[in-house]
């Protein structure tokens, strides 16, 4: 690679070495197909040792899949699902999740944060009981959020109380659910199953992996022909060890986490070094592995004119964020940009009010 390290997204990030070697491990000689090969079930067992529960585990190849398959497989046509405006499933699936339940409503919910709470389920949840709107069904929520806040244990807990008081599922997106438990330090069994979650989707791509998601079904009567929901999407891989051999890398060494752990520290880092810039805020708290900033313009242009890439589409601050991979000098570099041209725009600012 000759080009710079950039921070518009953690998709531009590599494999990390575990889920590589793994990955080189499993292509040596032949395996059986489509799951029935010893890294699948040596990767499901390690999700359950992780939980510490008989979950049922399927793999698939992205995000979109995963939710959209799992809320499907929660919800009949006629249903509906509770979300946050700003959840992936309703900005950035293109439709996914509809599609694959054939129909199924997404019922989205103002925030500020990119956060549900149990006032805005109850609300949507018994707005209308009638027979001609679609049956809430479903509330999921996004782990961290679209925002890069981290739901905590006891915010969880409350949303799986009104759910389960009014009949409802809860599903967790999880793309970036190792930097949620990086961020809380607490045991993946506690901001899930125990904290009421029913399905999990645990993401891979952003977390080391070249490709590949985790779908947890912690009651397994709910995981009921979720395979062959699987096979008809396209998402049953026929040469399976390669989409899960690199999750055995990834949990039995441990990098799930220290991967996680090091985006959501170069965040920081980022944070605290713009903290005293006069006309560069903090969009949101900054939780796990993104960081949201507003600032002038000149400022945005600035970063751009040196050759940073960074996405605006949401609230339109700039974002930031950090992988596995991220580089510190690479970082500093970033702070350094940052600080100068935020420095020039301030320069200019006085120039002109002097004048």
């Given at each position: 690679?000759?080009?710079?390290?950039?921070?518009?997204?953690?998709?531009?990030?590599?494999?990390?070495?575990?889920?590589?070697?793994?990955?080189?491990?499993?292509?040596?000689?032949?395996?059986?197909?489509?799951?029935?090969?010893?890294?699948?079930?040596?990767?499901?067992?390690?999700?359950?040792?992780?939980?510490?529960?008989?979950?049922?585990?399927?793999?698939?190849?992205?995000?979109?899949?995963?939710?959209?398959?799992?809320?499907?497989?929660?919800?009949?046509?006629?249903?509906?699902?509770?979300?946050?405006?700003?959840?992936?499933?309703?900005?950035?699936?293109?439709?996914?999740?509809?599609?694959?339940?054939?129909?199924?409503?997404?019922?989205?919910?103002?925030?500020?944060?990119g956060k549900l709470d149990p006032?805005?389920?109850?609300?949507?949840?018994?707005?209308?009981?009638?027979?001609?709107?679609?049956?809430?069904?479903?509330?999921?929520?996004?782990?961290?959020?679209?925002?890069?806040?981290?739901?905590?244990?006891?915010?969880?807990?409350?949303?799986?109380?009104?759910?389960?008081?009014?009949?409802?599922?809860?599903?967790?997106?999880?793309?970036?659910?190792?930097?949620?438990?990086?961020?809380?330090?607490?045991?993946?069994?506690?901001?899930?199953?125990?904290?009421?979650?029913?399905?999990?989707?645990?993401?891979?791509?952003?977390?080391?992996?070249?490709?590949?998601?985790?779908?947890?079904?912690?009651?397994?009567?709910?995981?009921?022909?979720?395979?062959?929901?699987?096979?008809?999407?396209?998402?049953?891989?026929?040469?399976?060890?390669?989409?899960?051999?690199?999750?055995?890398?990834?949990l039995e060494s441990g990098a799930?986490?220290?991967?996680?752990?090091?985006?959501?520290?170069?965040?920081?880092?980022?944070?605290?070094?713009?903290?005293?810039?006069?006309?560069?805020?903090?969009?949101?708290?900054?939780?796990?592995?993104?960081?949201?900033?507003?600032?002038?313009?000149?400022?945005?242009?600035?970063?751009?004119?040196?050759?940073?890439?960074?996405?605006?589409?949401?609230?339109?601050?700039?974002?930031?964020?950090?992988?596995?991979?991220?580089?510190?000098?690479?970082?500093?570099?970033?702070?350094?940009?940052?600080?100068?041209?935020?420095?020039?725009?301030?320069?200019?600012?006085f120039a002109c009010a002097a004048?």
């Amino acid at each position: 690679m000759t080009d710079a390290q950039q921070f518009a997204s953690d998709n531009y990030a590599g494999i990390c070495p575990e889920a590589w070697q793994a990955m080189d491990l499993a292509n040596r000689g032949s395996a059986s197909a489509y799951g029935d090969d010893d890294w699948t079930q040596r990767a499901s067992d390690a999700f359950r040792d992780l939980f510490e529960t008989e979950c049922e585990v399927f793999f698939a190849f992205n995000g979109t899949a995963a939710n959209s398959l799992a809320l499907a497989s929660l919800c009949q046509s006629y249903h509906s699902v509770i979300c946050s405006a700003q959840a992936h499933v309703e900005t950035d699936e293109c439709g996914a999740p509809e599609f694959f339940s054939n129909g199924s409503k997404l019922l989205v919910a103002p925030t500020d944060s990119g956060k549900l709470d149990p006032q805005a389920i109850r609300k949507l949840a018994t707005g209308r009981a009638d027979i001609h709107f679609p049956k809430p069904r479903v509330v999921t929520i996004t782990q961290p959020t679209e925002t890069g806040q981290v739901y905590t244990i006891a915010e969880v807990a409350a949303l799986s109380a009104v759910c389960r008081e009014l009949g409802l599922r809860l599903h967790m997106d999880g793309a970036r659910f190792a930097h949620a438990c990086a961020t809380l330090g607490c045991s993946p069994a506690d901001i899930t199953w125990r904290a009421g979650v029913d399905v999990l989707c645990f993401g891979g791509t952003k977390n080391g992996m070249a490709v590949g998601e985790a779908v947890l079904f912690f009651d397994p009567a709910l995981a009921q022909d979720f395979d062959y929901r699987c096979k008809q999407a396209g998402q049953l891989a026929s040469k399976m060890r390669f989409l899960s051999a690199p999750w055995v890398g990834l949990l039995e060494s441990g990098a799930w986490l220290s991967n996680a752990a090091h985006g959501n520290a170069c965040a920081e880092r980022l944070a605290a070094a713009v903290a005293d810039l006069s006309g560069v805020d903090l969009m949101f708290p900054v939780e796990a592995n993104a960081v949201f900033l507003t600032a002038p313009d000149t400022v945005l242009d600035g970063l751009r004119e040196r050759g940073w890439r960074f996405y605006t589409f949401i609230g339109g601050g700039a974002r930031f964020m950090f992988a596995w991979d991220a580089v510190p000098a690479r970082v500093d570099a970033l702070i350094a940009d940052l600080r100068a041209v935020a420095g020039d725009a301030s320069a200019d600012a006085f120039a002109c009010a002097a004048a």
